[in-house]
């Protein structure tokens, strides 16, 4: 079985007026099989476009869009406060272990920087420092799956 943190593609972290605060790919394998493809969407671009398709949705319907789905992957959407959090996952990724780990994310992301997002001047470069978060959520491997890594090694 594929690690389950491998299984999520990138994230991105906009506003629900369709700024991206944060991009970033997760799975580096993804990375390789994008530049391949030569894939370029611009960040700001793409979220004003998924920004777009919520707010259209809301006002059609009372319902939301939490997923969009196609056949080998899936759009997850989180929203938050004035937030909204988008994972690309692979289509086998669990998604209540994805909503996990945007929980984790989320709570970060506005512990970390609420005073700049109570402020945001149009400045989006200050979040860029949450990769690191971002990696250690999304990359580390429990204490188990390292045990049963060393096991294979022998």
Same mark, same amino acid.
């Given at each position: 079985?594929?690690?389950?943190?491998?299984?999520?593609?990138?994230?991105?972290?906009?506003?629900?007026?369709?700024?991206?605060?944060?991009?970033?790919?997760?799975?580096?394998?993804?990375?390789?099989?994008?530049?391949? *493809? @030569?894939?370029?969407? #611009?960040?700001?671009? =793409?979220? /004003?476009?998924? +920004?777009?398709?919520?707010? $259209?949705?809301?006002?059609?319907?009372?319902?939301?869009?939490?997923?969009?789905?196609?056949?080998?992957?899936?759009?997850?959407?989180?929203?938050?406060?004035?937030?909204?959090?988008?994972?690309?996952?692979?289509?086998?990724?669990?998604?209540?272990?994805?909503?996990?780990?945007?929980?984790?994310?989320?709570?970060?992301?506005? *512990? @970390?920087?609420?005073? #700049?997002?109570?402020? =945001?001047? /149009?400045?989006? +470069?200050?979040?860029?420092? $949450?990769?690191?978060?971002?990696?250690?959520?999304?990359?580390?491997?429990?204490?188990?799956?390292?045990?049963?890594?060393?096991?294979?090694?022998?």
């Amino acid at each position: 079985m594929e690690n389950e943190d491998k299984m999520a593609e990138e994230l991105w972290i906009i506003d629900t007026g369709g700024i991206c605060f944060f991009h970033r790919w997760i799975n580096k394998e993804t990375i390789l099989e994008s530049i391949e *493809k @030569k894939i370029q969407i #611009k960040d700001q671009l =793409f979220s /004003g476009l998924l +920004s777009g398709i919520l707010t $259209f949705t809301s006002k059609v319907t009372s319902d939301k869009i939490e997923k969009i789905q196609m056949s080998e992957g899936k759009f997850l959407f989180f929203t938050s406060k004035n937030l909204i959090f988008i994972v690309r996952a692979k289509i086998k990724s669990s998604d209540n272990k994805l909503k996990k780990k945007i929980k984790l994310l989320e709570d970060l992301f506005l *512990k @970390k920087f609420e005073k #700049k997002l109570d402020n =945001f001047n /149009g400045e989006v +470069s200050s979040f860029k420092i $949450f990769e690191e978060d971002l990696d250690e959520i999304f990359n580390k491997m429990t204490k188990v799956e390292k045990w049963g890594k060393g096991i294979s090694n022998l």
